[in-house]
């Protein structure tokens, strides 16, 4: 309660211009958000571009947003569009696989300063591969799909608030997720990433 | 026995999470260990949930959190606040010293202290009033010609009225007094008769007496002169 009290201020300030406010919800946001796009895009420098798009898109909905339900859910319904737009966008793009031999082969120089912030690179290294293994399971399935597994198990959303998301009828939310699970059976991958 | 996938995948998420009552759990539960779909469905979704919760948070990589979303504040222009602020200054001056601009044939007449506005209320109450005036004496005029003449008529009917009135009394009065006056004159030629009657009497009586004087004197000589001289009388 006092969460969503204290997004609704740093809201009402945003949407009267104060740069401060903006930045600290979206810092309190960002790492959600970012680590859903990577999931979603299998490739770091696609999910800042994505992270962006959504955070943009939040700022100039904003005026939109009622505090009906919470921030959290609002937000990541705008990022399932903009991620569902996105993919479909990538999909077209004949050039889209072509980096995909090596995932986050290169990384900007921001992005490896804000890798370098762990302070032991062999734990770094780790969680790197672990978290790449996890991406290569889930880039597996279609797009439909991973996006029900990604708000189901990694968002914790319920059936409904996905359909409500997503656009589709529970059944169908159900349905997808359930053949995902299929998919991934036998993936030895998911137990040597646990 | 035939094994209902559509259950295990309707209420598997919530099975693992635990939120299914207990009838339905144990429903599950049993389709789970009769079933090798189902079975394999469950161990799916438990280790996908592991693999969810085996994720390491990645930390964000630097970006520029405000570029294209927060609008820097528009700076408004100072001329535009001074201007405002003169405006309103001059409007509140011109409140307090009670400015006057009025338009005359003669020109524009700008005063202060409000001292147009008083003669000119003055004057418009003076106007009123003459005007006022000039209705009433008019609706007193109307007034007083309608009372005149309503205490005309009432004068005149009075006047019939008491004449009427006045006649018939004088009338009565004239009956009245004639009435008496003839009765009196009718008492007083009774009393008259009576008189002459008494006169009568007493005058047959007088001239018995004188003709018994007379005789009685013929039958004296020396009275025969006198009775002659009685009866030349």
Not at chain 2, 155 to 170: G, S, V
Request: aromatic share 8%; proline share 3%; net charge neutral.
């Amino acid at each position: 309660m006092f969460q969503l009290h204290k997004d609704e201020k740093l809201i009402e300030k945003a949407l009267g211009g104060s740069q401060r406010s903006w930045v600290s919800l979206v810092k309190r946001y960002e790492g959600l958000v970012y680590n859903y796009c990577l999931r979603m895009t299998f490739n770091s420098s696609d999910a800042m571009d994505l992270m962006q798009e959504v955070f943009l898109a939040t700022y100039r909905n904003l005026p939109s947003y009622r505090g009906q339900n919470q921030f959290k859910g609002w937000m990541m319904r705008i990022a399932t569009n903009k991620t569902t737009d996105f993919l479909r966008a990538r999909g077209r793009n004949p050039l889209h696989r072509a980096g995909e031999v090596s995932d986050d082969s290169y990384q900007s120089p921001e992005i490896q300063v804000a890798h370098s912030h762990h302070n032991d690179p062999a734990e770094q290294y780790k969680i790197e591969q672990n978290n790449l293994q996890i991406k290569q399971i889930l880039d597996r399935l279609p797009d439909e799909q991973k996006l029900v597994v990604e708000l189901k198990f990694f968002q914790h959303f319920t059936f409904e608030e996905i359909a409500q998301q997503t656009g589709n009828s529970i059944n169908t939310v159900k349905t997808r997720l359930y053949t995902a699970l299929g998919k991934l059976k036998g993936f030895s991958e998911i137990k040597n990433a646990m | 026995m035939l094994c209902d996938h559509q259950l295990v995948v309707q209420h598997i998420n919530d099975y693992v999470d635990n939120k299914l009552p207990q009838n339905m759990r144990q429903q599950v539960q049993q389709a789970i260990s009769n079933c090798d779909d189902c079975q394999s469905t469950y161990q799916q979704c438990l280790e996908m949930q592991l693999m969810a919760n085996a994720w390491q948070p990645e930390s964000t990589p630097e970006w520029h959190r405000t570029k294209f979303a927060v609008r820097p504040p528009v700076k408004q222009n100072n001329w535009l606040n001074w201007g405002s602020m003169a405006t309103s200054t001059l409007a509140i001056l011109m409140v307090v010293f009670q400015l006057e601009i009025n338009s005359t044939e003669a020109g524009i007449n700008i005063s202060f202290g409000g001292n147009q506005a008083e003669s000119k209320i003055e004057n418009m109450v003076a106007s009123q009033l003459a005007t006022y005036k000039a209705e009433q004496d008019k609706i007193f005029q109307v007034k007083l010609d309608d009372a005149l003449e309503k205490q005309d008529n009432k004068t005149k009917l009075r006047l019939a009225t008491w004449l009427e009135k006045n006649r018939d009394e004088r009338q009565q009065d004239i009956k009245f007094v004639m009435t008496g006056w003839q009765s009196q004159r009718y008492q007083d030629q009774l009393d008259a008769d009576k008189r002459f009657a008494f006169f009568a009497d007493n005058q047959i009586e007088n001239n018995q007496a004188i003709n018994q004087l007379i005789q009685t004197v013929k039958s004296n000589p020396e009275d025969s002169k006198r009775s002659n001289q009685l009866n030349n009388l």
